[in-house]
């Protein structure tokens, strides 16, 4: 079974500046979908950025970006001129083709410094 | 923006309650989805609706737990009896696409449930 790692549970960055969080995953598959999502506290979860394995080059959306090694089966997030408003829990994700099943990191709690 | 509704936000309970969780999905979304999310760690995969058919529910507790979506649109997520290990956010989720990778998954506020 694929299993997800984020081996930060708090990260902090002042404001403006650049952090990057850590995911590592575990798979036999040659094909999946990888996602970071975002919890801000006492709202919904909203999806940040997605990586399509068999993309080699890295996805970006805005102020987001990630850094995707497949051969290490590694998928960091990092947030450039970070905002208060990026304070959240983040949540590293994988996702299979041959099903729907996501499964989740423990979460990265990141905290911005005014 | 279209979003998926929870009901209720908060619950509290008394282990060997009932209790029960509501879910609207975004209108059109076929697949529909129920996480609990234990404080402290990402969420985990209860049970999945394709339409009103239950495509996966291998980690649902079925000796107390159960969901249903009867006319393929909102669904229910009921524990009886509740127990203390229980206490946790259930969210619900949908997506537009089931066997499509890129189908991205909305979620919905959560129901943070407490079991005393």
Redesign the interface.
């Known amino acids: 079974a694929q299993t ?1 790692t984020q081996s930060q549970p708090e990260m902090s960055v002042q404001e403006a500046e650049t952090v990057t969080l850590s995911c590592t995953y575990d798979t036999s598959e040659s094909d ?2 990888l996602f970071w ?1 975002k919890q801000p506290p ?6 940040v950025i ?1 990586q ?1 394995a068999y993309k080699q080059q890295n996805a970006t959306e805005n102020r987001f970006s990630v850094n995707f090694q497949k051969a290490a089966k590694s998928f960091s997030l990092k947030i450039s001129d970070s905002q208060l408003g990026d304070a959240a829990m983040y ?1 590293c ?1 994988y ?3 041959n ?4 499964r ?4 990265t709690r990141l905290t911005v410094k005014p | 923006e279209a ?2 509704a929870q009901s209720p936000r908060y619950k509290i309970t008394e282990k060997s309650q009932a209790v029960a969780f509501w879910c609207d999905p975004i209108s059109g979304h076929a ?1 529909l ?1 129920w996480y609990r999310q234990i404080l ?6 209860l049970v ?1 609706f394709q339409d009103e058919s239950v ?2 529910d291998s980690q649902l507790p079925k000796d107390r737990f159960s969901a249903e979506r009867l006319k393929g649109v909102d669904s229910t997520l009921k524990i009886q009896p509740a127990e203390l290990g229980d206490s946790a956010m259930y ?1 619900c ?1 949908s ?1 537009l696409l ?2 499509r ?5 909305f ?4 129901t943070r449930l407490t079991v005393l």
């Open positions: 997800v999946y979908y999502y006492s709202r919904q979860m909203i999806l997605r399509e949540f994700a996702r299979s083709l099903n729907n099943d996501m989740f990191g423990a979460g | 979003e998926v697949t989805y402290g760690q990402g969420p985990e995969l999945q495509v996966d969210l989720a997506s089931r066997d990778g890129r189908g991205e998954q979620f919905g506020p959560g």
